[in-house]
């Protein structure tokens, strides 16, 4: 009766599959070929228009551009390059055939010429009226095989091409529907001395367009027949060991490894699949024990590096910025910043020797030993030799640290520094940076009752401190060459006044550039400090994650300072759009295959940009992903039905529209856009 029971259920539920199958292949083969119809028809111009486009370019390439003239014989020409004067006899099809031979696609060249003599070609229903451009030259004939040049361009595509320059739709070539780009030919003058056209047969496009469904609608119904078949078929033989595998995993999904291996015979794919199954489990388990130890190791540095920037926005005269980028092995890496006291501003740099945990813990160990010696008032010097010999105590692991650390006085800038076995850090005094030449002292923790010689030296305005661990100069190439000095200090004089996150975030990108297909093996940290006690910080920055998650963080931070600043408000509705489109567009384009960041600042204009004694707020975007101006994209046509108008570009519309001025430009690789708008 047991074994009736099994057998009746195993054959209801095979039916049931059946039925699911059918009933979801139906559906699914409906939806998808209704839904190819409909994407194929409402992009067949598009594709088509792109791909004009692109020929008409080629054209360009082949007869040249600018300085276009119609010589005395009335022969539309271009230096020595003559096209035609409407007769056969000077018709120059040359290039026209060399774009038909390489594209298939249809070419024509015109003259501008008066309008005494047009009439109506055809009756006034089913012909058309001619327009004041001639045909010169071209690459096809009329439907007869007749010569058609000498003939005349749609007077409504003539008057387009007058008021604007540019034409692209359907238009009438000798008696047949051709989809066509038109372009004028411009003089050195500027005036219209005529025009080239490229096309394809809408005839043709549509025929393409009709097989091109057909062939995906039999694919669609064969992949879902093989499809159906397959798992009917492997659910038959296998729903048992489908029902143990399932059961073995949820357990493994919920973090229970079950002692026990996943037990099945026979030679067939899931025999092999539990084989890797179990291979899995094993390596899980210790992924898990390992990677919880690098997750803790990851945390504990990320949690102990100060990373808000401005970094200290109620100080006036100096900023500073900061970036650590974990290699794959947790290490030990640390950078540090804080006020000894209201005047004096102390900024370290470390490198834990080893990996894992035990590197993590140690720099936390090493960073608050020197952030609590340097508070309590002591010298560079006297804070390296006290936490060198506390380190040294019960270190049997035998971990060292690696560190640079400065005193500086921000009223008169006054630098105070000690150097325990770190990289030299590069000094701009002046109109360039330098390596400072110290002979630096022993590593943290490597041997008791060393005492540290400080060196002293004095910034001015404009003046610069750049300082770096050794994953920045050791960074190599497949090849195995190191990044090195030389090219480090070629990079940041090469930008010696940009701001310090342009500079820090632009020689990643250099290293990145640099080492191409290789690994990450150790941290790349970097600090900057620009001292100018001269100047007063007025711009507040974010720096955040360019996702949909960051844009609350943006918004509010918008509005906070807009709200500081007294902005009516309706400024701040028009501005908040404007932000939420424009970081968005940062978002969704900047960074399409990694993940990246972006900064926005904002600030009150005092350089009277828009020329007004109104209040004016200035908002910066910058991203170092893809550059792209946004500026430059034709707005799109509103008086249209959105069916008919292009995809995108309305959000960068929307914004021009409502603020005041804009602004892109691209500062070494990165995506600058300034926007200003009048707030009271």
Same mark, same amino acid.
């Given at each position: 009766m047991e074994q009736f029971k099994k057998k009746f259920l195993i054959k209801s539920l095979i039916l049931k599959v059946i039925l699911v199958f059918a009933i979801t292949g139906a559906v699914l083969y409906a939806g998808i070929t209704i839904t190819i119809d409909n994407v194929l028809d409402e992009q067949e111009a598009a594709l088509v228009t792109d791909r004009l486009k692109s020929d008409i370019v080629y054209l360009g390439d082949i007869i040249g551009r600018g300085n276009w003239s119609i010589n005395e014989e009335g022969v539309l020409c271009r230096g020595k390059?003559?096209?035609?004067?409407?007769?056969?006899a000077t018709a120059n099809i040359s290039p026209f055939k060399q774009l038909q031979s390489k594209t298939e696609t249809f070419s024509y060249a015109f003259k501008k010429c008066g309008d005494e003599g047009l009439t109506w070609v055809g009756d006034q229903e089913t012909g058309y009226q001619q327009g004041h451009f001639i045909r010169v030259a071209g690459s096809t004939?009329?439907?007869?095989?007749?010569?058609?040049?000498?003939?005349?361009?749609?007077?409504?595509?003539?008057?387009? *091409?007058?008021?604007?320059?540019?034409?692209?739709?359907?238009?009438?070539?000798?008696g047949r529907p051709i989809f066509c780009i038109y372009r004028t030919l411009i003089d050195k003058t500027g005036n219209v001395v005529g025009c080239v056209v490229v096309g394809r047969s809408i005839e043709e496009l549509s025929e393409q367009t009709d097989a091109a469904k057909k062939y995906i609608s039999w694919a669609l119904i064969i *992949?879902?027949?093989?499809?159906?078949?397959?798992?009917?078929?492997?659910?038959?033989?296998?729903?048992?060991?489908?029902?143990?595998?399932?059961?073995?995993?949820?357990r493994i999904g919920k973090g229970d490894f079950p002692e026990e291996p996943l037990t099945g015979k026979g030679t067939d794919e899931l025999s092999l699949v539990i084989d890797s199954i179990n291979e899995m489990k094993e390596s899980l388990m210790e992924k898990e024990r390992m990677g919880s130890e690098l997750s803790v190791a990851t945390d504990i540095q990320a949690n102990m590096l100060p990373c808000i920037f401005p970094a200290f926005p109620e100080y006036d005269g100096f900023d500073i910025y900061a970036t650590m980028n974990p290699a794959k092995e947790v290490g030990g890496d640390f950078y540090d910043f804080f006020m000894q006291d209201e005047n004096h501003l102390a900024i370290v740099i470390a490198d834990v020797s080893g990996k894992g945990v035990p590197a993590a813990l140690f720099m936390v160990i090493a960073k608050t030993l020197i952030k609590n010696y340097t508070?309590?008032?002591?010298?560079?010097?006297?804070?390296?030799?006290?936490?060198?010999?506390?380190?040294?105590?019960?270190?049997?692991?035998?971990?060292?640290?690696?560190?640079?650390?400065?005193?500086?006085?921000?009223?008169?800038?006054?630098?105070?520094?000690?150097?325990?076995?770190?990289?030299?850090?590069?000094?701009? *005094?002046?109109?360039?940076f330098e390596y400072i030449e110290q002979k630096p002292g022993l590593v943290l923790a490597g041997l008791e009752d060393i005492q540290y010689k400080q060196g002293e030296f004095d910034l001015k305005d404009g003046d610069r401190i750049y300082l770096y661990t050794d994953g920045v100069t050791e960074a190599t190439d497949l090849k195995g060459e190191l990044y090195g000095e030389d090219r480090l200090l070629e990079y940041i004089n090469n930008h010696v006044d940009d701001l310090p996150e342009y500079v820090l975030h632009g020689i990643r990108k250099d290293i990145d550039k640099f080492v191409g297909e290789a690994e990450q093996f150790d941290d790349i940290t970097m600090l900057m400090l620009d001292f100018a006690k001269g100047q007063d910080k007025k711009a507040k920055r974010l720096e955040v994650e360019a996702s949909p998650d960051s844009m609350t963080r943006?918004?509010?931070?918008?509005?906070?300072? *807009?709200?500081?600043?007294g902005a009516s408000r309706k400024a701040q509705k028009q501005i908040d759009i404007a932000v939420d489109e424009l970081y968005s567009n940062v978002i969704n384009y900047a960074y399409p295959d990694k993940n990246g960041t972006a900064i926005v600042s904002i600030e009150l204009d005092d350089t009277n940009h828009l020329n007004t004694d109104e209040k004016v707020v200035k908002l910066i975007f910058v991203d170092s992903g893809v550059q792209y101006n946004p500026l430059e994209r034709d707005d799109p046509d509103i008086t249209l039905d959105v069916e008919d108008r292009g995809i995108g570009g309305l959000g960068i519309f929307i914004s021009k529209t409502i603020m005041d001025d804009m602004e892109y430009t691209n500062i070494n690789g990165y995506n600058v856009l300034t926007v200003y708008k009048i707030i009271e």
């Open positions: 390059v003559q096209l035609g004067d409407g007769t056969d004939r009329d439907a007869q095989g007749k010569s058609i040049v000498g003939t005349y361009i749609d007077k409504k595509v003539a008057d387009v *091409l007058d008021e604007t320059g540019h034409y692209e739709g359907a238009a009438n070539v000798a *992949l879902l027949v093989i499809a159906s078949t397959a798992v009917i078929l492997y659910f038959k033989r296998t729903s048992d060991k489908i029902n143990s595998i399932k059961k073995y995993l949820d508070q309590i008032g002591l010298e560079p010097s006297q804070v390296f030799t006290t936490v060198n010999n506390i380190l040294c105590e019960g270190n049997e692991a035998g971990l060292f640290v690696t560190a640079w650390m400065a005193i500086i006085d921000i009223k008169t800038g006054h630098v105070k520094y000690v150097n325990a076995g770190h990289n030299p850090p590069l000094i701009k *005094l002046g109109d360039k943006v918004m509010k931070f918008i509005d906070a300072e *807009l709200e500081s600043y």
